[in-house]
């Protein structure tokens, strides 16, 4: 009987480790699978006659950008001052994300193509990533990204994260109440809890009143479990809307390794609740 208690108790242990550290873990690695996806976007969405300009120009600028997030990455990886370089990553990132937007925006309008159409409500949802990339990173500053060595933790930079992740979620919410093809995604996706089509909006404006009360929660800077499980709950389904890479392919022509970096972004913040169901005190 011994044996078999403490072979639970150490079951029991590596459960509570793994749904802290696997979070931690993407979120120190992230940086690097976002380069992957930058790198192949370029490669994507870039014609014959622009691949001899991707180096020359203002361009230089978003490699360095790139090769700044790397470094910090390294570093944090390797948990070598992991607060300072978790802070400069919350302030590149969304600077190389930025400049992911703006490239492609302008090699698309130099393209001798008709350029993909990116839809306004796209462009963003892409936008408001910005602000999850700086709460996620600001919220590792404030001493998540010392995990496992669990140090202290800095309370009003972790206060500004959750207020940023507020934000994130207002944004959300608007996208949803507004975009018609989210709309359309995911009420085909909970059709089976409401298949009448008349009560379709009544629906998608119900789940944006209890997404935007949840948000309203972050802004106050003070979330808890149960409150980062109720928002997991209404994030995943619209998540899993967005993820749906052929649909957003087929109504707004947008390029494969785009919706890809989207996904890695949404895994951001999926980890970010993970630390607030399990670590936030």
Not at 17 to 24: G, Q, S, T
Not at 92 to 109: F, K, R, V
Not at 222 to 236: G, Q
Request: aromatic residues 14%; contains cysteine; positive net charge.
């Amino acid at each position: 009987m011994g044996g078999r208690g403490s072979s639970d108790s150490r079951l029991r242990g590596f459960v509570v480790k793994a749904r802290v550290y696997i979070p931690w873990l993407y979120l120190t690695r992230y940086p690097f699978l976002y380069i992957i996806a930058f790198l192949m976007m370029l490669a994507e969405t870039s014609s014959p006659s622009n691949r001899e300009k991707q180096w020359s120009g203002p361009n230089v600028l978003i490699y360095g950008h790139l090769g700044t997030v790397v470094v910090c990455a390294t570093f944090l990886v390797f948990q070598y001052k992991p607060r300072l370089f978790s802070l400069i990553l919350a302030i590149e990132q969304p600077l190389a994300n930025y400049a992911l937007l703006s490239y492609h925006s302008t090699l698309s309008s130099q393209s001798s193509k008709s350029p993909p159409a990116v839809s306004d409500w796209q462009r963003l949802h892409s936008s408001c990533r910005l602000v999850l990339q700086f709460a996620s990173y600001l919220l590792m500053a404030s001493g998540y990204a010392n995990y496992p060595a669990r140090r202290s933790i800095h309370p009003r930079v972790r206060h500004i994260a959750v207020c940023a992740h507020g934000i994130y979620l207002v944004s959300l919410t608007f996208i949803l109440l507004n975009d018609p093809t989210l709309r359309s995604a995911l009420l085909h996706s909970l059709a089976v809890l409401l298949p009448a089509e008349e009560h379709g909006d009544v629906l998608c404006t119900v789940w944006g009143l209890f997404l935007g009360g949840a948000a309203a929660f972050y802004l106050s800077g003070h979330p808890n479990k149960l409150l980062s499980t109720f928002t997991l709950a209404l994030v995943l389904p619209v998540y899993l809307c967005c993820w749906n890479i052929p649909l957003w392919q087929s109504h707004y022509g947008a390029p494969y390794w785009f919706c890809i970096r989207n996904i890695l972004d949404d895994c951001c913040f999926l980890a970010c609740l993970s630390f607030y169901m399990f670590m936030f005190r």
